[in-house]
């Protein structure tokens, strides 16, 4: 089955910086991937996602690029602010158990100001 | 249109002890999920349903069941409940595939 592999496990930038998470996965067959972030005793909200026939998708300071190649994906954000500091977790699509989606372990991301 | 709607939010359970979380969305979705979530870890699937009367395991069934008598009500049976059960739960909802829709989660302690 799918596993999904998300890297680093945290991340501290400072207030204008960028960050950047990277996943990696396993399932060929796997053709969606959101990102979600989920504060601190809330659910997880999804912030963007990107199909296998998509390679980039921007939104505003967030982005997300797809290697179908090489199986990996990634989030940007770039001129973080404080308020960006949450959980980030990725996910890719399984076309086992009903479509479900399978997560990474998370990035605690920390933007200080 | 309430989304995904979760009850109860938090439970104290003793050991041995039943119960059953409450899941109920009004998306008429036919996808439902139940995860659960540990202190810094990713979510893991318990179960899943593609339509009412289809209920199937994810990854980490054992100690839970599930029914899917409506499309919009997906219930998680805990049986003997053990600590190991400590965990956040959510229940999501979506349209198979793509994007999913997460419940506000219940927090579940197991002593």
């Known amino acids: 089955g799918e596993n999904v592999e998300q890297h680093p496990s945290t991340l501290s930038v400072q207030e204008g910086d960028s960050a950047v998470i990277k996943c990696t996965y396993s399932?060929?067959?796997?053709?969606?991937f959101p990102w979600y972030k989920q504060e601190l005793g809330k659910r997880p909200q999804l912030i963007i996602d990107?199909?296998?026939?998509?390679g980039e998708k921007k939104d505003q300071r967030i982005a997300v690029t797809l290697n179908k190649t090489a199986k990996h994906f990634s989030l940007h954000i770039t001129e973080t602010q404080p308020e960006d500091s949450a959980v980030y977790f990725c996910a890719a699509n399984s076309n086992q158990a009903g479509t479900a989606l399978i997560f990474g372990k998370g990035t605690t991301l920390s933007v200080s100001s | 249109n309430a989304g995904v709607t979760q009850t109860p939010k938090f439970r104290i359970l003793k050991i041995g002890q039943s119960m059953t979380l409450q899941c109920t969305q009004d998306?008429?979705?036919?996808?439902m999920y139940w995860y659960r979530q540990d202190p810094g870890m990713g979510l893991k699937l318990i179960y899943y349903?593609?339509?009412?009367?289809?209920?199937d395991k994810g990854e980490v069934p054992n100690g839970y069941n599930v029914s899917r008598s409506t499309t919009e009500d997906f219930p998680l049976r805990l049986e003997l409940a053990a600590p190991s059960q400590t965990s956040v739960y959510f229940c999501?909802?979506?349209?198979?595939?793509?994007?999913?829709?997460f419940g506000p989660g219940t927090r579940l302690l197991v002593l």
């Open positions: 399932d060929s067959a796997s053709n969606y």
């Open positions: 990107i199909r296998s026939n998509v």
């Open positions: 349903s593609v339509g009412a009367g289809i209920t």
């Open positions: 999501a909802s979506g349209t198979g595939g793509e994007t999913q829709y």
């Open positions: 998306m008429n979705h036919n996808y």
